[in-house]
């Protein structure tokens, strides 16, 4: 069935260091894809999101193309910083619904 | 503009009691969600409302658990009798649209049942 799978975390950083979270998905057709991200003590944000191949979805300095081949939805940062460290979550739509990945939790050291 | 609430925030109840969990969407938004977290799971979707009618409730794991969604505002989720099993964290999401649209979601509502 249709599916999200993303790096199991946690992963732990430097500040400063380069970000990559990857994300793969299961899906017949072309759905819109996401990342929310959960800060600590908060309910989950979107963070960006993508709704066509080749579409890059882009906010607070983070990335992500949406990669039809590959069937990717890779997350990036170029720099990281401590108030980065949350739980992200790779997700897809399918109809009236979001399917999530598990969530990888980062951990940015200062 | 005021984001999606829930309350209660917390709540820690015994195996075999009731529990009811609230949901103000985004104002203006016809469509709203349910979903829950359990403990190492994914996050997975219950159901949906468009306005005081379900859409699709596909997802709702048994009839222990009712939502509504009177006058197609707040929603509810009532649990009832509580298991173990239903421990985790349970977020509602609203929307203008619903199809593959973004979901705007709360801050959830984090259940223990002892």
């Known amino acids: 069935g249709d599916s999200v799978t993303q790096m199991e975390g946690p992963v732990t950083l430097s500040e400063e260091a380069f970000l990559t979270i990857n994300c793969t998905y299961t899906?017949?057709?072309?759905?819109?894809l996401f990342w929310y991200v959960q800060y600590p003590g908060e309910g989950l944000q979107l963070l960006l999101k993508?709704?066509?191949?080749?579409d890059k979805g882009s906010n607070k300095g983070f990335e992500a193309t949406y990669r039809k081949e590959t069937t990717s939805f890779h997350l990036e940062k170029g720099s990281v910083q401590v108030s980065d460290s949350a739980v992200y979550f790779c997700?897809?739509?399918?109809?009236?619904?979001?399917?999530f990945g598990k969530g990888t939790r980062l951990h940015i050291l200062p | 503009e005021a984001g999606v609430t829930q309350f209660p925030s917390h709540s820690v109840i015994e195996k075999g009691q009731t529990v009811t969990l609230r949901c103000d969407p985004i104002?203006?938004?016809?469509?709203l969600y349910w979903y829950r977290r359990v403990m190492g799971k994914e996050i997975k979707f219950l159901l949906h409302?468009?306005?005081?009618?379900?859409?699709?409730e596909s997802g709702m794991p048994n009839n222990r658990f009712l939502a509504e969604r009177t006058g197609g505002t707040y929603s509810t989720l009532k649990v009832q009798p509580a298991e173990l099993e239903d421990s985790g964290v349970y977020f509602c999401?609203?929307?203008?649209?619903?199809?593959?649209?973004?979901?705007?979601f709360g801050p959830g509502t984090r259940l223990l049942v002892l």
């Open positions: 997700a897809r739509a399918r109809d009236d619904k979001i399917i």
């Open positions: 999401a609203s929307s203008p649209d619903w199809y593959q649209e973004t979901q705007y």
């Open positions: 899906a017949t057709g072309y759905p819109s």
């Open positions: 104002s203006g938004h016809d469509n």
């Open positions: 993508a709704t066509k191949a080749d």
């Open positions: 409302f468009v306005k005081e009618s379900k859409q699709d």
